[in-house]
């Protein structure tokens, strides 16, 4: 496994004796104690007990009524965007076109020496223009300086005209829109790789530096860094790599989206997989659907993989022992999917197919039919609850984009999790932010009340889920043996939160036996993270407390 995880010769081997909370663990619901031992919880269980390992440890944590719970995984991420995203030009909290220009503007006027400004976060579809800013008017914010400008999915971008100047060809590849609209396809992906290779290395490392310490601060204990040639480079994805290993804070998991398994390999990574486009996305009218969008007439979106050669990449990656896996968004890129992992396991066999845990990104419009392919393959549902939170409802942007009837088939939670497929839950930052939390209520509270999921089941997804995602099923929650990922959260009462309100009352009864969990209703106050700890070490405190 291609990991940060720290040698057992560099973490903390104090043993600490933490008492006096509440510990989240399957081996004894009613724990309020923990022991670690050598990066692993060595023991969970009752206060009384905790009086015999006093005396035996080498540090005693009074935890003063706090809740320990197995640390997040946050299986979606592109972090060095993430930390660009939270030191520099932001535009998600833009509610009109012209507060984005002025956001703009103050930017470049206060990074006059950045060779290039990077921004990211604008939903034209959210602002009462409803239009993205122009070219033109982006050369005058800016001075006639580089900046690229994504919108908050990241596949289409907005472009000064210096940077254009910097991509030789442009105007001739696929994607490309002179004036008004954003660029996408390939033309997108010439203007990001040109962006990121005029960004420093000490610019980067910082960002990277940025996003790993917020991680951190919200309780998330392991990234699972989506990286690729269509995406970022390279150097950014080893560095990030190199980083996680030499600077204490959450590990890192690499997945490398390029169709040469050998290259993937050879840059550390678990798999050639993550974003390895099957298509776009629904904002940018890119997802690849069987029928034709409700807002553009005529028009499908786009595919960028067929079943053949989607086949021919799970039979490499599964020969050379790595997963694989695919963005796929539309209906039509999702089953292009299942018939290429469906193919692959004609040739190998399904046994080897679902050995290998390959897992598909996204993957928002399923059918009946394409979910029980997914628990037939054994592929893992890598998906992003916060996308329904932001975009999903009467008046959301799927609506817009499908017509209410199909938007409201969209991430199908509990469907996938009655047929057995296994999800595991993240962000996709910086497309929404890192916040565990947030997302487990996400699906807890779902737009579509027939999608949602119990909050235990949605926080299984964040924790176990994560390290599920990557082959492990030893670690994911606090019982004797698994690694001492962790997180100490101020909390209000725990209660067992399901969609059924007579479950959920039958579940807060102690005989019930059932680990409890925050309240995450709606307007209800998220935990806030006092402590996280990745192998035994810890890589966050919260000051003053």
Request: some cysteine.
């Amino acid at each position: 496994m291609s990991e940060s995880m720290p040698p057992a010769s560099s973490g903390d081997h104090r043993t600490v004796l933490l008492r006096g909370g509440e510990v989240h663990s399957p081996a004894d619901p009613f724990a309020t104690a923990m022991v670690v031992e050598r990066g692993h919880v060595a023991w969970v269980g009752s206060e009384g007990a905790a009086d015999a390992f006093a005396s035996g440890v080498d540090e005693v944590v009074d935890l003063e009524g706090a809740l320990v719970t197995p640390a997040f995984v946050d299986a979606h991420v592109h972090t060095t965007a993430t930390g660009f995203a939270l030191t520099g030009l932001d535009l998600s909290s833009a509610a009109s076109l012209a507060e984005a220009a002025e956001l703009i503007r103050a930017h470049a006027a206060a990074r006059p020496e950045d060779r290039i400004l990077i921004g990211h976060g604008w939903d034209a579809s959210r602002w009462p223009e409803r239009r993205p800013l122009t070219r033109a008017e982006l050369d005058e914010l800016t001075g006639g300086r580089p900046l690229y400008l994504t919108r908050i999915d990241v596949h289409s971008a907005v472009v000064t005209t210096a940077l254009l100047d910097l991509v030789p060809g442009i105007r001739d590849l696929d994607g490309f829109h002179d004036g008004q609209r954003p660029l996408t396809g390939d033309a997108h992906h010439a203007v990001r790789a040109a962006a990121f290779a005029a960004v420093s290395p000490l610019q980067r490392t910082e960002a990277q530096r940025a996003a790993r310490l917020r991680a951190a601060s919200l309780g998330i204990g392991t990234l699972h860094e989506c990286g690729g040639p269509q995406i970022s480079s390279e150097d950014d994805f080893t560095g990030l790599l190199d980083l996680a290993r030499e600077e204490a804070g959450p590990r890192v998991v690499g997945y490398w989206a390029d169709l040469d398994v050998e290259r993937a390999r050879a840059l550390g990574a678990l798999g050639a997989a993550g974003d390895l486009f099957a298509d776009g996305s629904l904002g940018s009218h890119t997802a690849c659907l069987h029928e034709p969008y409700a807002d553009h007439a005529g028009h499908s979106g786009s595919a960028h993989l067929d079943a053949a050669t989607i086949a021919l990449h799970v039979v490499a990656c599964t020969e050379a022992g790595l997963q694989a896996g695919f963005h796929a968004i539309g209906d039509a890129a999702v089953t292009a999917v299942v018939e290429g992992v469906r193919a692959a396991a004609e040739k190998l066999g399904l046994a080897r197919i679902r050995a290998a845990r390959h897992r598909v990104e996204h993957v928002e419009m399923l059918t009946p039919e394409t979910i029980a392919a997914f628990a037939e393959l054994g592929l893992t549902a890598s998906v992003q609850p916060a996308f329904d939170a932001l975009w999903g409802g009467e008046e959301g942007m799927y609506a817009d984009r499908l017509g209410a009837e199909r938007a409201r088939t969209l991430n199908p939670y509990a469907a996938l999790l009655r047929a057995g497929v296994p999800l595991a839950f993240g962000s996709d930052s910086p497309v929404t932010p890192l916040d565990p939390w947030g997302t487990v209520r996400a699906a807890a509270f779902h737009r579509t009340p027939e999608h949602r999921i119990s909050a235990r089941a949605a926080f299984t997804a964040h924790t176990r889920g994560g390290w599920r995602a990557v082959g492990r099923d030893d670690a994911g929650t606090l019982v004797p043996g698994a690694p001492a990922d962790y997180a100490v959260w101020r909390t209000e009462e725990l209660v067992v939160q399901a969609p059924d309100d007579r479950v959920a009352r039958w579940s807060t009864d102690p005989r019930s036996g059932t680990p409890g969990l925050p309240d995450l209703s709606p307007g209800a106050e998220l935990p806030v993270c006092l402590r996280t700890v990745v192998y035994g070490q810890t890589v966050f405190v919260r000051p003053n407390e």
